[in-house]
């Protein structure tokens, strides 16, 4: 028998490579601008086009490389950051492993331009698939620009893959904020089809934050800065007033790289025990200095999970750390007041008893009596102390409730058709609960409105919204790749019952709401209408109405904890059980239960 196993070419072997390391543009963004900045840059741009497809450029003004480095750097495991396998535990670079740059230009058309600063000339490559197909030497700035063009060109399956722009581009944006957040000693410029969505000035980490997100963050985060001989805790946690119910907002950096711990992202949570509601998470901004040969980022190729030796000790000082910064901080602006000069705080004379206060009053006052409304309040009279504690008996009603009077006839769900009249009882400001013929109905108030909301805004042809003017219009502004995706989706939401115009790049003007929308709470609706709908395009076969329409039918809806009137309750029993499906929210949650009376005392 012949043999039968072969050694694969290099373009293969990258190709294969290049599943695991670019599975999208955002991935290449990430790996072009980590080489950037392990290259000592101080200014990088990234230019964008058709959100990664057409173009991804990264231009820096690193060192630069030689004309033989640069035809070797897009070998495999080709890697100026290591030299030995124990080089592998004392890593300060951001790659180490000499894959990205081989992958990428198999997979894509790529053009590097690169000239070291005490050289005259730099040096231009064209690389295709893997294959050299040019290098001269060229006149250009000292630094670095690599130009990736036609991603996935020669991989169509993985290209057609690809989310719409609008995605895509959020990923881009997502990869940029994971690396600008925590070095915010480089400027960073960003431009997306000509135009600049962020620039970027050198700074600190709460001005990173405030142009990222809005200038609004710098009231609504406490600063975290503690010092151990196991690691150093520095950075900003949000307020638990602040906290959303998506995640989004939670990063978190071990030695200048964005990671996903689990476990240390529940110590910070742990911290807000019992401040936040459920299902709530708070913002956090934290960066983690360790001992590199303490940890091992060498697991996954994105490098954004890691190992610690000391993982018992770090969750703890974390812990720790983000919890004083929640008591010292808030207990601080509770406590905070300007004293008035009125007021005399020097101490009591020696012996000073304090008098005992007294107030005056009218004895005789009788607030169901017209004759005393215009009597002298200083007049003691007790002549109708009598009258007004009147303990005869009072006549019986001619209508005494009963049981039977007071027990709702909610009818059975066969109907589908509840009664107005029907009595309901709110229990933990999150149930609605009734009588029906069957037994006794349970209804979570917020799921069961996620439900009418969403049938009435996915039926938006039946002429079920009816917009109402606001008094005073309302500006919303969104980050620059939010801003896209919001007026993307501005036709849809204007046929929800919303009138809204874009008001410059990144700010748009409401004027109308549907009638279940509050204006004071437009900007944190459509802010998490965004986030939810993003994570839900993100699954697959998602259909974009469908995921609009219960991302805002989520913010829309009653909240758990609001009390509810008689009225609103039974509108809301009335509204669910004519929807040709009451018994399931929209992402799929039940939305009542019904307990037969024979289980309520056994």
């Not at 504690?389 to 589908?416: G, H, R, Y």
Request: aromatic share 8%.
């Amino acid at each position: 028998m012949s043999d039968i196993i072969n050694i694969l070419p290099d373009s293969v072997a990258n190709q294969i490579a290049a599943g695991e390391v670019v599975d999208r543009p955002a991935s290449a963004v990430k790996e072009l601008l980590e080489n950037a900045m392990d290259a000592g840059a101080t200014d990088i741009q990234l230019i964008v086009k058709d959100a990664g497809r057409t173009l991804i450029q990264v231009i820096d003004n690193g060192s630069g490389m030689s004309d033989t480095d640069a035809r070797l750097c897009f070998e495999r495991h080709a890697t100026s950051k290591i030299k030995q396998a124990g080089d592998l535990f004392d890593i300060h670079t951001m790659g180490f492993r000499g894959e990205a740059l081989a992958s990428i230009a198999a997979i894509a058309q790529v053009e590097l331009r690169t000239r070291l600063h005490d050289a005259e000339l730099g040096t231009e490559v064209v690389i295709e698939g893997s294959t050299v197909k040019s290098q001269n030497p060229v006149q250009c700035p000292a630094g670095t620009s690599i130009a990736v063009k036609n991603l996935f060109y020669n991989v169509p399956a993985r290209r057609n893959f690809l989310k719409k722009d609008s995605v895509e581009l959020s990923h881009i944006e997502e990869v940029l904020r994971r690396i600008a957040l925590i070095h915010c000693e480089i400027s960073f410029s960003f431009y997306h089809n000509g135009r600049l969505l962020y620039d970027l000035k050198a700074g600190n980490m709460a001005q990173r934050i405030s142009q990222f997100f809005s200038p609004a963050y710098k009231e609504r985060l406490y600063a975290v800065d503690e010092t151990s001989d196991v690691v150093r805790v520095k950075g900003y946690i949000g307020k638990a007033e602040f906290a959303r119910k998506t995640r989004g907002e939670q990063y978190l950096f071990v030695n200048g790289r964005f990671i996903k711990h689990p476990a240390l992202s529940a110590a910070v949570e742990k911290a807000y025990a019992d401040m936040l509601p459920d299902r709530s998470y708070p913002s956090y901004f934290i960066g983690l200095t360790v001992d590199p040969s303490r940890i091992d980022v060498n697991i996954h190729p994105t490098k954004t999970e890691v190992k610690f030796i000391d993982e018992h000790a770090i969750f703890a000082i974390l812990r720790a750390a983000a919890k004083k910064a929640l008591g010292q901080f808030s207990l601080a602006s509770e406590f905070e007041f300007n004293p008035s000069d009125e007021i005399d705080f020097s101490p009591a004379p020696k012996g000073y008893i304090p008098p005992e206060p007294k107030i005056s009053y009218n004895h005789s006052y009788n607030p169901f009596s017209s004759s005393q409304h215009h009597e002298n309040v200083s007049h003691k009279d007790t002549r109708e102390w009598d009258n007004f504690f009147d303990t005869k008996p009072v006549d019986k009603p001619a209508f005494e409730p009963t049981i039977e009077a007071c027990t709702p006839t909610l009818p059975s769900l066969e109907t589908q058709q509840p009664s107005m009249t029907s009595a309901c009882m709110q229990v933990q400001g999150r149930y609605i609960v009734s009588a029906m013929a069957s037994g006794v109905i349970v209804v979570d108030q917020q799921r069961a409105h996620e439900r009418i909301i969403y049938d009435r805004l996915m039926n938006r042809n039946a002429g079920t919204t009816h917009p109402q003017q606001l008094l005073f219009p309302v500006n919303c502004s969104f980050t620059p790749a939010d801003a896209d995706i919001f007026n993307e989706l501005l036709p849809d939401i204007k046929a929800r019952g919303f009138e809204i115009e874009p008001l410059g790049q990144c700010t748009f003007v409401v004027t109308a709401t549907p009638t279940d929308v509050a204006d004071t709470e437009l900007q944190q609706l459509f802010d998490q209408t965004l986030a939810e709908y993003k994570s839900s395009m993100l699954q697959k076969f998602s259909n974009r109405d469908q995921c609009l329409c219960r991302s805002l039918a989520r913010q829309m809806a009653v909240k758990a904890g609001r009390q509810l009137e008689q009225e609103e309750m039974q509108q809301i029993m009335v509204d669910l059980f004519s929807s040709p499906m009451p018994d399931r929210s929209p992402d799929g949650r039940k939305t009542f239960v019904v307990i037969d009376p024979k289980d309520l005392l056994n």
